[in-house]
């Protein structure tokens, strides 16, 4: 193991020790609770998610070189009648997971699940959807720029913007230009990484195989529904799969039928080959 993977069980390491007789025996016995805990708490510290961590654990991995934090964005939408409003969710924290151990020196902040989603009155977008959640766009990035300010005052020196959602993108990219150009590279640096999202070839890929830009669709067709089914197939509704959602306004655009966890599989690691490609050529760390 390396980065994460390997420093934080590591943290737990040295407290399961100090329980140890000189022998390297646990001192109040084999099979104690005691050494039972020691040894659930050395399976939960191996995590890059800031919010599973204690705020030592953080210090310590920051001084210990883990300096980046990626601020994942998900937003809270209408995803037809067959996948579950937080999908976007679900895939960025997977996806986040995946690209924090692959960098070797990162930590994953809360996912943002408030973002733009349409108008409020009248509703539009997503928004004419139940359970839909809206936040205008200037407090969007008033949220994801404080969450930049507070990561840089902890010493993260690198700070990564992912969404998995298209309504947050721009945001994201204002916010971080903004940072940069008060900071001038001193402290930290935002970057925007908009090829996890909008250039990672899936869509390309999917066309490859077979499928077409009407089968594809551009909501909650082959390409999220497939990562979803990979990631989390439990909140797929099998049985209300249909081209197109199967009724008019049904919020699909695509043919779910045709999505499949192996081709989830696939997009799932094209998202995240094309953020760790980024992310190194902006950090410069190729």
Request: hydrophobic letters at 40%.
């Amino acid at each position: 193991m390396r980065g994460p993977a390997a420093l934080l069980p590591a943290l737990a390491l040295a407290a399961c020790q100090g329980g140890e007789g000189a022998e390297g025996t646990p001192a109040d016995g084999g099979g104690s609770p005691a050494a039972a805990a020691a040894d659930v708490q050395a399976e939960a510290v191996n995590t890059v998610f800031i919010e599973e961590m204690t705020w030592t654990e953080i210090r310590d991995a920051i001084d210990a070189g883990m300096t980046t934090v990626i601020l994942p964005t998900a937003g809270t939408e209408q995803n037809g009648p067959h996948m579950v409003m937080g999908k976007h969710r679900y895939i960025i924290d997977e996806a986040s997971d995946r690209i924090a151990r692959e960098l070797g020196n990162a930590l994953v902040a809360p996912a943002v699940t408030y973002v733009p989603e349409g108008e409020v009155d009248p509703p539009s977008g997503h928004m004419r959807y139940a359970g839909t959640i809206t936040l205008p766009n200037e407090f969007f990035m008033k949220l994801v720029e404080y969450a930049a300010r507070s990561f840089r005052a902890h010493g993260f020196t690198d700070i990564v913007f992912i969404g998995d959602s298209g309504g947050n993108q721009r945001g994201m990219e204002a916010v971080a230009a903004m940072l940069n150009d008060e900071w001038g590279g001193d402290g930290a640096t935002v970057h925007f990484i908009g090829d996890y999202y909008a250039n990672n070839g899936f869509r390309d890929w999917l066309m490859e195989q077979g499928e077409t830009e009407e089968t594809i669709g551009r909501h909650a067709g082959i390409s999220d529904t497939s990562i979803l089914l990979y990631v989390e197939p439990r909140h797929i509704r099998q049985d209300q799969l249909a081209p197109g959602g199967g009724f008019e306004n049904s919020g699909v655009s695509g043919d779910p039928t045709r999505a499949s966890a192996e081709y989830g599989r696939v997009g799932m690691d094209m998202r995240v080959e094309a953020a760790v490609r980024q992310i190194r050529a902006a950090t410069g760390s190729m």
